[in-house]
């Protein structure tokens, strides 16, 4: 028995919508879930039902597509649908995901879906790296992090960020004097950021540059930055060579 590949379809325009649904008719294998309109309608039936594969507008109301993508971690099972083709194509040429440049052809339209099938059957497929590359260039271009606390999306403008600290599953991002918790890797969100504003000083521990006020040494093996709110946080040795040439 042929297994069903469960499907979302998010864009804001019903025509768009329309004819997705029409041309996934011929195929009796993908059972569509739900239609989302908006950004945040999309984050919840992401959220609620875990879909196989995620037909996504790159343009929607309340958040983008990208947007929708950093808050859920979704990072596969993904085709682009826009109609515009300046979104980073470059990364589309890593072959890693696919996208539909509106309008297309129900050939095309099939194209891409059997490909979608291909890496679903993969069982050793790696995080997409050409959808992380886009978020990461959304993310710069758009100055701001979106954080999902229950029902609400908060948005933290990434100037305002002292410090991003990693712990257990989650990362605590200080922020203008509040903490906003959100479940990703350190690793993941540095990849996010401006390597030239934000530096990694410990394995723990991801500083913003002018977040900085100086360097302070505790004793012959440890040092500490010194923020402009008074907060000091630990540097490891590889993370003061760092920030060493940052500071030079």
């Known amino acids: 028995m042929t297994k069903q590949i469960s499907v979302i379809i998010a864009d804001d325009e ?3 919508r329309r004819l997705i649904t029409e041309y996934l008719r011929t195929h009796q294998d993908v059972h569509i879930i739900t239609e989302c309109e908006t950004g945040t309608e999309a984050v919840d039936a992401i959220n609620q039902h875990c879909p196989d594969l995620i037909f996504l507008d790159i343009q929607m109301p309340e958040l983008t597509g990208l947007e929708v993508l950093e808050i859920t971690g979704r990072r596969s099972g993904v085709i682009f649908t826009t109609a515009y083709d ?12 696919d996208y ?13 879906l059997n490909k979608a099938r291909k890496l679903l059957q993969q069982t050793d497929v790696s995080p997409e790296t050409a959808i992380q590359q886009l978020i990461a260039e959304n993310t710069e271009k758009n100055k701001r992090l ?22 257990d599953d989650y990362i605590l ?14 690793s993941d969100i540095e990849a996010q950021l401006n390597p030239t504003q934000f530096v990694r000083i410990h394995r723990s521990y991801l500083l913003q540059l002018h977040a900085l006020k100086g360097i302070e040494r505790q004793n012959k093996d440890s040092v500490v930055a010194v923020l402009n709110n008074g907060e000091k946080l630990p ?14």
């Open 14 to 16: 019903e025509l768009a």
């Open 86 to 97: 300046q979104f980073a194509l470059k990364a589309f040429d890593l072959h890693a995901i």
């Open 100 to 112: 539909l440049l509106k309008p297309y052809s129900q050939q095309r339209f099939d194209e891409a």
């Open 146 to 167: 979106l954080i999902r606390d229950r029902n609400q999306v908060h948005v933290v403008p990434i100037a305002s960020i002292d410090y991003i600290k990693a712990e």
């Open 173 to 186: 991002i200080h922020a203008a004097g509040k903490s906003w918790m959100k479940t990703q890797s350190l």
């Open 235 to 248: 540097v490891s040795r590889s993370g003061y060579e760092r920030l060493k040439e940052h500071l030079q």
